[in-house]
């Protein structure tokens, strides 16, 4: 894994806790008439096939122009496109724009605002930090403009994140949204959730009892053992970057199943442990940044001491799962 983004990582790891961003299986594109239908305004209504998704398609670096010079920021993620912005008068923002989720994940997000097309804007955190900001829809998905400051300060940063959402309703409100067209043999069509049963996530050590949630984006599936911001979690993801490497610290290439792959143990982020065992694909195209693959991960997440358990469950998990995916 990238030395940078393994930074960015640990640093949002370390404010996030169990809360990184992931994405899992898709709301269906057409709704079948009943006492429960839903109403319109879904975000499949919106979005269509939400695993197609392109999050990049609803943001650009010229959107941010008012605050100082944005480009497109590192690839790190299939469920969500990054814009770096080098505030005029010093401090460096980092908006990742087009995460979704349930909003039952975000239990504190009061509404801010109601749009004319029914759907709202809900802010679950706004301080010198970090500030979010989420386009819900009637079925009570949320699209996430999350933008953190990674250098000096930001005392402007809501209003980068609220300039990010603005464009980001506009964009959906206007069906202007794009979608992903993957080649034959990729990872993005492959809902995780298929891939390991709950049986085989429990089986392993520390993991008994562990619960699944699948977020609508279909691409990172998530076992937690109990509540609890050291509990033991598992994620199964497919994702996006520059090809995982052992430029981290402690990190080493081992072969698995039969598959390239990278092992970073993270012995401490926060007050937990971290394993992470990353695995290149296809070749991934992003705007303006070459050299990207799609990316299947594990990444097991431990108490504070217990990176060897992390890294002994990350393993077997993805021998269980190298052998299904699609050879490169």
Sequence with gaps: ???????????????????????????????????????????????????????????????????????????????????????????????????????????????????????????????????????????????????????????????VVSTGMAEVARVVEAGEVGRRDPPDKSLQPIDPCTLLTDETVTAQPGMSGAERYEPPGRHVCRWSASPGPQAMTVRLLFTAGLPPSTSQPGSAAQPIAGREAVITPLPEVGSVSYCLIDSPHLEFEAPEQDGLVEIASVWVRAAQGQVDLACQVATALATEVWPLLPSP
């Excluded at 898709?26 to 239908?37: D, G, Y």
């Excluded at 990054?82 to 401090?91: A, P």
């Design 1 to 159: 894994m990238n030395r940078v983004l393994v930074g960015v990582l640990v640093a949002v790891l370390a404010v996030a806790g169990c809360s990184t961003r992931t994405g899992g299986v898709p709301v269906p594109a057409t709704t079948v008439e009943s006492e429960t239908e839903e109403p319109a305004g879904t975000a499949a209504d919106y979005l269509g096939d939400l695993a197609e998704f392109d999050p990049c398609s609803v943001t650009a670096p010229e959107v941010f122009d008012g605050f100082g010079d944005a480009e497109w920021g590192a690839v790190d993620s299939l469920d969500y496109c990054n814009v770096m912005v080098s505030l005029d008068g010093g401090g460096q923002v980092l908006l990742s724009i087009g995460q979704l989720d349930d909003l039952i994940e975000h239990p504190n997000a009061p509404e801010i605002e109601q749009l004319d097309s029914g759907l709202t804007i809900a802010q679950p955190s706004d301080d010198a930090t970090l500030c979010t900001q989420l386009l819900v829809f009637t079925d009570k998905v949320s699209l996430e403009v999350t933008g953190a400051v990674v250098e000096g300060e930001a005392p402007q940063l809501c209003s």
